[in-house]
């Protein structure tokens, strides 16, 4: 039987981005993927472009993933917009008379995933094992066994899912999770169009539907619409061409005739939030702990968060010859992840069930929130660091955490 220090299931940017954090620590460390190396290695693209905060930023920075992500593919977000159906009342946020240069970074997906993966394939301590589907875990007082599909097994200190919202070893560990279908897809695409976005991100809240307009570099720009699912397949079978004009419009041709670049992608918005981020010898990560509605953007982001706060207390514990995997250390992991995720992820359904209401007295609401989001300064300076996670604060914290 293999050993290892930690066992990582799933090579995703959470997983991948948690064996870079880990590998200073000279821990033996194997990361299990069920895809091929071909799918981890030159990941195709998936229609997503994520929004990064400044922390992740930093993070990536100091993990070594951001000198792999090749220039081209990032793209600066100054300005960004809220609009509120149809009235004519924007909410404004931007970087004029502020310390910071950014609101926020867009790279897409599979460029980080790679990132992530070419940042880490080279640590003599971190082994990656693909195509390989986790089949049980085993965790008793001393080690856990993973038990692999082609019924190879490794032993190991701790065990880490990092195996996406739906998480099988989540349910293997028997750690609940709350489930909650928006009944929602997320269709993504880019778009070219004739006038420039001057780096401004802009989420419509329209009825029924919402338009994200995300700025990529080379006057393109990133369109994320979320809508109800049988709506979705309608929208998916409009021609090239139909697709293009209903999105200009639906925009107000604020950046003029739009054309679709490429292909649209679709994704069923669920939200999932376990109940433990932790159980024997085991931690949630990434998705598989937290899986966040897009709108907000921090799907990646708090993954990336989770993943450096695990890593800093197994660093420190394997330096003072402590157990990596005492119940102490991983109740703390999941008392801070909880405290920053918890309020966000609330907070973000809370924004989806007030910005999809289309009842009156909803309408009225939104309206009041979004004035309220600008005339109350401490307010809009709470929300633009939820924006950039400059200063590590949570806007919802107090409000929601327990
Ligand atoms: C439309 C859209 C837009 C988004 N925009 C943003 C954004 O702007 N900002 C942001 O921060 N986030 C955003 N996100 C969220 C972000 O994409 C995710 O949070 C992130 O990709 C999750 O990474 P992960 O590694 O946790 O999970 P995944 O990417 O799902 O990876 C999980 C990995 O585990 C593997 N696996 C699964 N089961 C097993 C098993 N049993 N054995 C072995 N391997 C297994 C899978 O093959 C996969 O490689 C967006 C998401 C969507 C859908």
């Known amino acids: 039987m293999k050993k290892c220090d930690v066992a990582i299931v799933g090579g995703g940017p959470a997983g991948l981005s948690f064996a870079n954090s880990l590998s200073s620590s000279g821990l033996n460390i194997v990361v299990l993927e069920q895809q091929d190396l071909d799918s ?61 240069q950014e609101l926020g970074y867009m790279v897409p997906n599979f460029s980080i995933r790679k990132g992530c993966f070419d940042a880490v394939r080279d640590k003599s301590n971190v082994t990656i094992v693909t195509k390989q589907k986790v089949t049980s875990i085993l965790a008793s007082d001393k080690n856990s066994i993973v038990s692999l599909e082609d019924g190879e097994q490794i032993k190991a200190k701790l065990v880490v899912g990092a195996d996406s919202r739906f998480s099988a070893t989540r349910r293997m560990m028997g750690i609940s999770a709350d489930m909650h279908d928006f009944g929602r897809t997320a269709l993504v695409c880019r778009m070219t169009h004739e006038k420039l976005h001057n780096q401004t991100a802009s989420e419509c809240f329209h009825y029924e539907r919402t338009l994200a307009v995300l700025p990529l570099n080379n006057n393109v720009s990133s369109i994320v619409i979320t809508l109800k699912a049988p709506d979705a397949a309608q929208v998916l079978a409009m021609t090239d061409e139909e697709f293009s004009e209903d999105t200009a419009r639906r925009f107000g041709y604020e ?10 992608f679709s994704y069923p918005l669920m939200g999932t939030y376990a109940n433990k981020f932790y159980a024997k010898r085991f931690a949630l990560m990434g998705d598989a702990a937290v899986g966040m509605h897009p709108v907000t953007a921090h799907g990646f982001n708090l993954g990336l968060r989770g993943a450096d706060t695990l890593a800093q207390l197994i660093i420190k514990a394997n330096k003072n010859g402590e157990d990596i995997a005492s119940e102490r250390l991983l109740r703390r992991y999941h008392r801070n992840h909880r405290n920053v995720s918890r309020p966000l992820y609330l907070g973000t359904n809370g924004i989806v069930g007030l910005f999809t209401n289309d009842k009156p007295f909803a309408k009225i609401l939104r309206k009041g929130v979004l004035r309220a989001g600008d005339k109350i300064p401490p307010l809009k300076n709470f929300i633009t660091n939820q924006l950039t996670e400059e200063k590590n604060s949570s806007i919802f914290k107090g409000i929601f955490s327990s």
Request: hydrophobic share 30%; proline share 4%.
């Open 40 to 100: 981890i290695e030159t990941p195709k693209p998936d229609g997503r472009e994520i929004a990064l905060t400044h922390l992740s930023l930093k993070i990536m920075k100091q993990l070594g993933i951001w000198d792999k992500i090749p220039e081209e593919h990032i793209s600066y977000i100054k300005k960004a917009h809220v609009l509120d159906g149809d009235s004519d009342y924007t909410l404004k946020f931007d970087t004029d008379k502020t310390s910071i």
């Open 255 to 264: 950046l003029g005739k739009m054309q679709l670049k490429g292909k649209r």
